[in-house]
Each structure stands twice: as C-alpha cells, then as structure tokens.
C-alpha cells in the first residue's frame, strides 16, 4: 500500500521558471491539501481540497495554484519560481468524517531550491 | 490567521530524564493532534484530542488537552534516544478543514 507519493523528491529551479509537485494518494481519502515547511515555521498550509473539484487556499496560496480533476490526484504549480519558495513541500491526504479531518497521511516530501 | 506556539524551541537531554512541550494559542479547537517528525519524512500522527481536560497516553507519553481547548502539553516520561524528532502540534477550527501547525519543538535525546 504506497500512501501519499510525492515527485520529484529533490528539485533545483532558477527564478522565473515553471513546475509542478506531484501528489497521489492510493486510500480514497476525499481531504488532499499542500503544506510547505521552513526552520522555525512549523508547517503552513498552501492549498487543501475537499473533494474532486473543490479546492480553497490555505495560509499562504500566493504564487501557487492547485487543481483537483480526480480523487487521486493533487498538483501544486508554481508558475513563476521565486526564492521565497525555497522550501521543504509535504502532500497530506485524509478522510473527513463529521465536517472535520480525522488523520492526516503525510508525503515524503519534496525539497525545492531556487535560485 | 490562528497562531499555535510551542514551547520550547529546541531541547536537549539526558536519556532517562522526563520532559513536557507546550502547544499554546488563543484560539479555541475541535480537536487538536501531535505529530512526530523524522528528517527526510513527512510527519506521523501520534495522538488527536478532541474534548477540553481530555488525557490520553501512549505508552511513555502523556497527552493532555486545555479545559478551554486552546492549549496542550506533551509529556514524556524516561525518555529514550528513540524519541528525538521533531514535534508537532496542529489544531482544528471544526468545519473549516484547516489543520494549522505548531512552529515545533525538536528534541534530542542523548544516550
């Protein structure tokens, strides 16, 4: 059972250029959201999803979009890299039960420098 | 924008000694989860409170949630080498599907 499986694990950008994080997740799980993580920052929420088609910002949405085609799936793109994204990027999937998040499945991570 | 501060930042101690981290804000939560860190992985949930003066433990830790549920405690009890990590707390506004974390405390458990 794979989990949440985030590509590519390591990435070197130069400013201004464009990517996209990968997410999967293999639970069926309806909850899908983006964190990215920095020293002293604990983790703060980029974008999250409730179900396929439905998606809302989180903390710190600027300069990334999401979308949500399939229960699956859940890229983030950066459209224009800056080197304030320099970051560590962590995919979380969970079921929701009640109007709330239960559990959430973390990725392995994707370390992001730009340069 | 909800603030969750732990405290502290960094510690370092003696196997066998106890230790607690705090988990503080001024916002009120449905529920409130810690998470453990290992480097180069994505947080493990440890444990989720959910109801104000709520204790649970697991095995050498001890979780506590405020009466107000604003605040949590993380105590650990002989700690061990295989504790360090990184720890998080995250807290929920219920209905808002927005788990925001802790800033994290790590801690180093030395043999």
């Known amino acids: 059972n794979a989990g949440v499986t985030q590509t590519p694990k390591f990435q070197v950008l130069k400013t201004g250029q464009s990517m996209t994080l990968q997410c999967a997740q293999d639970m069926n799980h309806e909850y899908m959201s983006w964190y990215r993580q920095d020293p002293g920052m604990g983790l703060r929420l980029i974008h999250y999803s409730v179900g396929a088609g439905i998606t809302d910002q989180g903390e710190v949405p600027n300069g990334y979009n999401v979308s949500r085609s399939t229960t699956e799936d859940f890229p983030l793109r950066l459209l224009s890299a800056a080197p304030s994204q320099t970051s560590v990027y962590f995919c979380a999937s969970s079921y929701s039960q009640g109007g709330g998040i239960e559990k959430l499945f973390f990725g392995s991570g994707t370390q992001l420098s730009v340069l | 924008t909800q603030l969750l501060e732990q405290s502290p930042q960094f510690l370092s101690i003696q196997e066998g000694e106890n230790l607690t981290v705090y988990c503080n804000s001024s916002?009120?939560?449905?529920?409130l989860q810690w998470y453990r860190q290992e480097p180069g992985e994505g947080p493990v949930l440890l444990v989720t409170?959910?109801?104000?003066?709520e204790v649970k433990k697991l095995k050498r830790l001890t979780f506590q949630f405020g009466d107000a549920r604003k605040d949590s405690s993380l105590h650990i009890t002989a700690a061990q080498p295989g504790d360090t990590g990184l720890y998080l707390c995250a807290g929920e506004t219920s209905g808002t599907y927005k788990y925001i974390f802790g800033t994290g405390t790590r801690l180093k458990v030395l043999a």
């Open positions: 916002s009120v939560f449905s529920s």
């Open positions: 409170v959910v109801t104000g003066g």
